[in-house]
């Protein structure tokens, strides 16, 4: 049977020929060298040429990233004959800054291809001057070593993955040969600084010249495959020195071969303008490739993963073979089965792992349990049964279930696709795209059945699942009765371990539905309709999130996602357990440890603490079972509290949230939530954030409470909600008390403001002087204070003087220039008149008092006089405000700078009077001045 691989193209750039390909370690890049002298490297993800290095005017014919170094290293075809030596060079760019950081003059005729130590800092280089030179480049790029052997072009060079000190060399003089780094088969030339090599042996079989070699990775079979101009394909097994097998299929010659790293695969590719795909266990062809861009020349695999590169003579391709996540299955006791390059790992949890010794998020130091067993199939699934006796592996068309213990085999068959069944020795079969298998007890078969709509794959659990092309079908597995269908696109249905709950996950959400068993049980064949029982599934929730892989802890479904995060849904709220750095797969939960054990594409596991009894307490509370919900809240650890109380808040539970949680800033928004505003005050003391206080103050005006809102604005020091709280509540006292404190305070805009309200006009001009804003002083003075007018002028005209003296000679003083300013003595008895008749009457007397836009205080001051009124009784009950008004002048802050006569004195030659307005000074004025 083929192997099950779905191939994708990611990338297809279209080009000049292409010498060679090579794929970075780490970053989603493929570096492709041309014969135009060009190196480029392409983004495979987006599809974006992000780096162009040009290395010469003639072939590239290799080129490999160094990613420790952050370097790319090639060859050129271009012949350089320089002071500092002749022949053929290496050149070494700095990927990152574009640099060409290194030239090394290393042949005499063409170098046809280069290699990377996997650890070592050393290069080798083959050439058509038949030798290979091992270089150094923490040496300087010194040649440490030469390597003859061959009497033709030397054309590949692989280093043995399984032992980096070897490394095998094809040529054109039809021999594929075997070499040491470090080996005693060398001559010392006294002539020259390097030390010459000689094969450890040849192998030979080819009948032309040979172009290429790779080593196989994966398992123990020494092997070595090549190809070469005879049109085949050979395997060697370089310990027994003889060729095990010979794929004929190529029409022309072979130019490229590769051993897949992590598939059990041979990649061929030809001048026919083919990639062939063949197993590496059967040797069988699985497909052909043909892009039409000519002739294949290289092909490029990379560890750790499914891309593989490929050149051709008109361009590159990038493609993606199946699927790239890990084979792994675990019980529920936590023994773990995984498939590593088709060979069978076991692991046990419990044996190697002291649970108070791990952290969330840390990998864990796990060992192999025994022997390897290999794998006879190219595993697609691996899954343990229900108690975890059997573990089943399918792929490649057939399917083997061994004891989980011994990994003995217990049964096989043919199958596309594998499940277990709701009893631990039941399973089925997809046996082909119209037919799926019951059996029990491992070994009998129990029926066959054709859905109606075809069968494109199975899911195993509480019913049997059978997808087709827009369909799921729901099957009972004693009788194999239609029980629902359902229209839908399933990507995997997930059960819960008690039989009601499950998942149906697709490419862009999953819908989580309760299994109502007794509802099926209880309805009659003729209630059945045509798509099965209406009532057999109740929609639970949607949530739009695309599932990568998850399991079931009682009703709480854990999962992990595209964007790399752990989480869990339970009762239609989803809890993110961890943000993962990369791509993870569920394991599954062990109730013992309280922790959810993940691992990656490389199996490497790590876990994340989940306990068990907050997953039941969150079960309870989502079946409504709040006496079961109390009784576990004990059991429950106290770090685990406040995530419990969030939970419950979002289940509308907030008072039930309050009494359990334990962080005061929770509390805090619980206690407003619940109105328990005296409880917020004790928490807010506690927190010590200005933040929480105006949150408190914010509800307590909402409730009422202006007494516990003023309070809350003292503690924030907000002066601007003291005023409008103080103001609107008409509290002449605390207004006034609030002046002094946040002038005090230097909150000078608030404190004019007050001062304004209580009529305290005198301290609030001290504001404006204080802060420098004597323009605005001035204008406030002459509206509501003309008395002083002189003094605030005066300051004024110092101010001025400083930086522009003609502006300054143009302020005029109204005490010195009484005819510029007609009113300004009315003014002056207005001010007095005010003083002494107006009082502060209470905010609620606004409905009955004139505007004071409306007022004309000469008006009232000659109704005043004409009516009698006596002014100087006035002034004389008034005398102590007035001397308390001057001593309060005194104590104010005034300008430290000494205004003399000079100073003040105008200079009228200077003064520009052309714009002043005489219309309203009369001859007597002028005749009196």
């Known amino acids: 049977m083929q192997l099950k691989l779905d191939i994708r193209r990611t990338l297809t750039a279209r080009s000049r020929r292409v010498y060679c390909v090579d794929l970075h370690p780490t970053e989603p890049w493929m570096l492709v ?33 160094i990613a420790r170094k952050n370097w790319i290293i090639s060859d050129s075809d271009e012949y350089n004959s320089t002071i500092f030596g002749t022949g053929y060079n290496i050149t070494v760019f700095n990927y990152n800054t574009l640099e060409r950081q290194h030239v090394v003059d290393a042949h005499m005729d063409y170098i046809r291809c280069l290699a990377v130590h996997p650890t070592l800092p050393i290069v080798l280089s083959g050439s058509d001057d038949m030798t290979i030179k091992m270089w150094n480049w923490d040496k300087n790029w010194a040649c440490q070593r030469v390597f003859e052997g061959h009497s033709h ?12 000190n070897t490394f095998a060399s ?26 010459v090599s000689i094969p450890n042996f040849t192998l030979e079989g080819h009948m032309r010249a040979i172009n290429c070699l790779d080593y196989t990775h994966a398992g123990e079979k020494p092997y070595l495959i090549s190809g070469a101009d005879d049109r085949l394909v050979k395997i060697w097994d370089y310990q027994n020195r003889s060729c095990v097998q010979s794929l004929d299929g190529h029409t022309k010659n072979i130019s490229a071969v590769a051993f897949h790293p992590e598939l059990p695969i041979i990649i061929t590719g030809s001048e026919d303008g083919t990639v062939k795909i063949w197993n590496a266990n059967t040797y069988s062809l699985e497909n052909t490739l043909n892009y039409g861009l000519g002739s294949a020349t290289t092909i490029c695999c ?6 593989v590169g490929i050149g051709f003579d008109d361009g590159c391709v990038m493609i993606r073979l199946g699927k790239e996540d890990p084979t792994f299955s675990m019980d529920e006791g936590g023994k773990i089965v995984w498939i590593k390059h088709s060979e069978m790992q076991m692991i046990n949890l419990k044996q190697q792992l002291a649970i108070e010794d791990i952290k969330d998020g840390e990998r864990l130091n796990l060992s192999v349990k025994g022997d390897t067993k290999s794998c ?86 509480t019913l049997l699942g059978v997808r087709s092309a827009n369909h799921l079908t729901f099957y009972a597995w004693d009788t194999l009765e239609l029980v629902r269908r359902i229209e839908i696109q399933p990507k995997g249905v997930f059960w819960g371990g008690n039989g009601e709950m499950v998942a149906i996950t697709t490419e862009e959400s999953f819908y989580v539905l309760k299994y109502n068993a007794s509802v099926v049980a209880e309805a009659s064949e003729e209630g059945r309709a045509e798509d099965g029982y209406e009532d057999a599934f109740e929609v639970v929730g949607e949530v739009a999130e695309n599932v990568k892989t998850a399991t079931w802890v009682g009703d709480c479904f854990i999962y992990s996602n595209s964007l790399n995060r752990l989480n869990y849904y339970v009762g239609g ?120 206080w105006q949150q408190l103050a914010d509800c ?70 204080e802060t420098n804003k004597l323009p605005d002083a001035a204008f406030f003075a002459r509206t509501y204070l003309p008395s002083e007018v002189p003094r605030v002028t005066q300051l004024w005209k110092a101010e001025q003087q ?77 005398a102590n405000d007035d001397g308390e008004r001057d001593e309060q002048r005194q104590s104010e802050p005034q300008s430290t700078e000494l205004i003399t006569d000079e100073d003040i004195e105008l200079d009228l030659e200077n003064m520009n009077l052309e714009n002043i307005d005489y219309s309203n000074i009369s001859e007597e004025d002028l005749l009196g001045d």
């Open 33 to 65: 060298s041309l014969s135009n002298g060009k190196i480029h490297v392409w983004n495979h993800q987006n599809q974006q040429l992000i780096k162009t290095f040009e290395v010469c005017s003639s072939p590239v014919r290799a080129g490999k990233f």
């Open 700 to 769: 307590s005006i909402l409730s009422g409470r202006l007494d516990l809102a003023e309070k809350c604005y003292e503690a924030t020091q907000d002066f601007g909600a003291l005023l409008v709280l103080s103001s609107s509540s008409g509290n002449l006292d605390k207004v006034s008390k609030l002046a002094e404190v946040a002038h005090r305070a230097r909150k000078f805009n608030v404190a004019f403001t007050a001062y304004l309200l209580t009529q305290q006009n005198l301290k609030a001009l001290n504001i404006l002087v």
């Open 153 to 164: 072009c030397v054309i590949q060079i692989v280093f043995n993955p399984k032992d980096n």
């Open 302 to 307: 990379l560890k750790g993963s499914n891309m």
């Open 802 to 878: 400083k930086t522009n003296a003609k502006v300054a000679q143009g302020i005029a003083d109204p005490s010195e220039y009484t005819n510029l300013f007609p009113s300004f003595e009315e003014s002056l008895r207005g001010q007095k008149y005010l003083e002494e008749s107006e009082k502060i009457v209470p905010a609620s007397h606004y409905s009955t008092r004139t505007s004071n836009s409306q007022r004309n205080v000469f008006e009232e001051l000659s109704k005043a006089c004409t009516s009698g009124s006596n002014l100087e009784e006035t002034r004389e009950n008034n």
């Open 170 to 195: 094809a040529s054109l003089d039809k021999t594929i040969k075997i070499w040491q780094l470090a080996s005693s088969n060398f001559t010392f030339l006294t002539f020259l600084t390097n030390c």
């Open 376 to 461: 006879e199939v190219f595993a697609n699934t691996l899954a343990h049964n229900s108690n975890g006796r059997y573990v089943a592996v399918c792929g490649e068309g057939e399917y083997i279930i061994y004891t989980a213990m011994a990994l003995r085999n217990k049964a096989y068959g043919s199958a596309l696709e594998f499940v277990w069944g709701i009893e631990p020795e039941d399973f089925a079969i997809r046996e082909s795209a119209t037919t799926v298998k019951v059996f029990q007890k491992l070994t009998k078969e129990k029926k066959s059945f054709k859905p109606e709509l075809g069968a494109d794959g199975i899911y195993g659990g």
């Open 573 to 692: 709220e989803i809890v993110t357990i961890s943000h993962l750095d990369r791509p993870h797969y569920i394991l599954g939960y062990i109730p013992r440890d309280n922790r959810i054990y993940l691992c990656d594409k490389e199996l490497n596991v790590l876990s994340y603490s989940l306990h068990l009894s907050v997953l039941d307490f969150e079960t309870s509370v989502m079946r409504k079972d709040i006496q079961n919900a109390q009784q576990l809240l004990p059991t429950i650890p106290q770090s685990y509290y406040t995530k419990i109380a969030h939970f419950l808040e979002k289940q509308g539970f907030v008072s039930q949230a309050l009494s359990v949680s334990t962080d005061p800033d929770h509390k805090f928004d619980l206690a407003l939530q619940l109105s328990k505003l005296d409880l917020a005050v004790e928490l807010a003391r506690e927190i010590g954030s200005d933040q929480k």
